[in-house]
């Protein structure tokens, strides 16, 4: 067989088969997927349930219309619009988050593994970062009307520099984006990562890290909540 038509065969495998496992999410092969919580398939979403069943109310939210509360130590809530409480976004590759903040209140430096974001604020005044895989901060203070856009798996964080409260809202290229906060993550898992291995990481000593751990013990509170 040619040399050259086989590369072209191999090529042509990896584009059509390969890589399109590294895209957020699946394209859709229907209209519409209104998610099915209650179904006992297990898939990488959610089920559908059947297309006649679908109603008007599937495609249709007020979920981020109202903030929920701040009332935490971050001083900040993230209301999350995804597949899990909009069933009409399921298989779309689409959610939405809406972020209050107190004055003074941070989003802390968190990623979201599956999804890039683009971000609006709406109100309020808002330092935001990023740090990119060169440990190289971007940041800018914000106002409202701006926006900023956060790439995939990347560092970031929002903090409020007031005066007075703020709000942004978020959209991910991901039904579901996830998100890991480093703080909570290094020093609230459960179970937790072994002090010693934190104290080495961190150059600090032992009982400095289970001062930090102390902070987030018992911490439910991460200011994410489902609307």
């Known amino acids: 067989m040619n040399t050259n038509y086989e590369l072209f065969l191999c090529t042509t495998l990896l584009v059509f088969v390969f890589l399109p496992c590294y895209r957020a999410d699946p394209d859709p092969l229907q209209d519409f997927c209104i998610a099915d919580p209650k179904s006992g398939i297990t898939v990488n979403g959610f089920a559908c349930k059947a297309a006649r069943a679908a109603r008007s109310s599937d495609f249709f939210s007020s979920a ?12 900040s809530n993230a209301t999350v619009m995804d597949a899990t409480v909009f069933p009409g976004l399921n298989t779309l590759g689409v959610s939405m988050n809406r972020v209050d903040f107190e004055e003074g209140g941070i989003n802390p430096p968190h990623v979201h593994p599956r999804a890039s974001e683009v971000g609006y604020v709406a109100e309020g005044i808002l330092y935001v970062g990023i740090l990119s895989t060169e440990n190289k901060l971007y940041s800018k203070i914000l106002r409202a009307g701006e926006s900023f856009v956060m790439p995939r ?5 929002q903090y409020n520099m007031g005066p007075g409260k703020a709000t942004q809202f978020v959209s991910f290229n991901s039904q579901k984006p996830g998100i890991v906060f480093a703080p909570q993550s290094l020093f609230g898992s459960k179970p937790e990562i072994p002090t010693e291995i934190l104290a080495k990481a961190f150059r600090i000593d032992a009982d400095i890290i289970e001062y930090i751990k102390s902070k987030f013990q018992d911490d439910s509170s991460s200011g994410v909540e489902a609307a």
């Open 64 to 75: 981020i219309s109202k903030g929920g509360s701040t009332d935490n130590p971050n001083g």
């Open 153 to 157: 798996g990347l560092l970031h964080f």
